[in-house]
């Protein structure tokens, strides 16, 4: 059975560092094809990817958060963290780790989301 | 970027209709066109992949279709359960983009 689960702060004032852990259970961010990130979801908005890490330490990154994203993955703990500088109240979203395989290349695995507002 | 536009944005229906919602993309997307279902405080779920491939688990009235840059997902007879919001994203690109979002409501 495949899991993943966020954790981290809920509320971020602007100008902090956000930092999201997802801890998952089932596979292995070893296997080939696989990659674990992240997509998020701003109060009633649509679905927004934020980035993903691959099993080969490949990372790729919404254009718009180059410069303060970054993915980094433990693959013998079973997780991988999302870090965010400087966040603005903009950022405010549910955050949610997902998982994709080559096959199907879609996000076929999510975790139930964590609500991080940034506000002072 | 490829912007995904989906119409309508919301549609009212009743349950045993049959609901078509389209996606378009800015470029072909050779394939690469997946659908997700989300309710209301919940995660989305993977519906359809590869533009016709349906999710283990996913009941057979749900049906997409569609090549190029034009791809529809169908719901051959709309239950209770299946008011919610649906979005096309395409994988196509490493940097994924999804659509607006179509609200399927209780007419």
């Known amino acids: 059975q495949i899991t993943l689960k966020e954790s981290g702060p809920t509320l971020v004032k602007p100008t902090q560092t956000l930092t999201l852990t997802c801890t998952f259970s089932?596979?292995?961010?070893?296997?080939?094809?696989?990659?674990v990130g992240w997509i998020r979801q701003p109060p009633g908005k649509a679905l927004e990817w934020v980035g993903f890490?691959?099993?080969?330490?490949?990372?790729s990154y919404r254009p718009s958060l180059k410069g303060r994203l970054t993915i980094t993955k433990d693959t013998s703990k079973h997780q991988v963290v999302l870090t965010l500088t400087n966040v603005d109240p903009v950022d405010t979203a549910t955050y949610y780790c997902?998982?994709?395989?080559?096959?199907?290349?879609?996000?076929?695995?999510w975790g139930q989301g964590i609500l991080v507002t940034v506000s002072s | 970027d490829i912007q995904m536009t989906q119409s309508p944005s919301s549609l009212s229906a009743s349950v045993g209709d049959r609901v078509t919602i389209t996606c378009r993309a800015s470029?072909?997307?050779?394939?690469?066109l997946n659908w997700y279902q989300q309710t209301p405080g919940e995660a989305p779920k993977l519906l359809i992949h590869a533009t016709s491939t349906l999710q283990s688990g996913v009941p057979s009235r749900f049906s997409g279709s569609g090549s190029g840059r034009e791809f529809t997902l169908t719901i051959s007879s709309l239950q209770r359960e299946d008011f919610a919001t649906y979005y096309c994203?395409?994988?196509?690109?490493?940097?994924?983009?999804f659509g607006q979002g179509t609200k399927v409501e209780l007419e």
């Open positions: 994203q395409q994988s196509y690109s490493t940097y994924w983009t």
């Open positions: 089932g596979f292995s961010l070893g296997t080939n094809g696989v990659a």
């Open positions: 997902v998982r994709r395989d080559r096959i199907p290349a879609a996000a076929d695995y």
């Open positions: 890490i691959y099993w080969d330490d490949d990372e």
């Open positions: 470029q072909s997307l050779s394939g690469y």
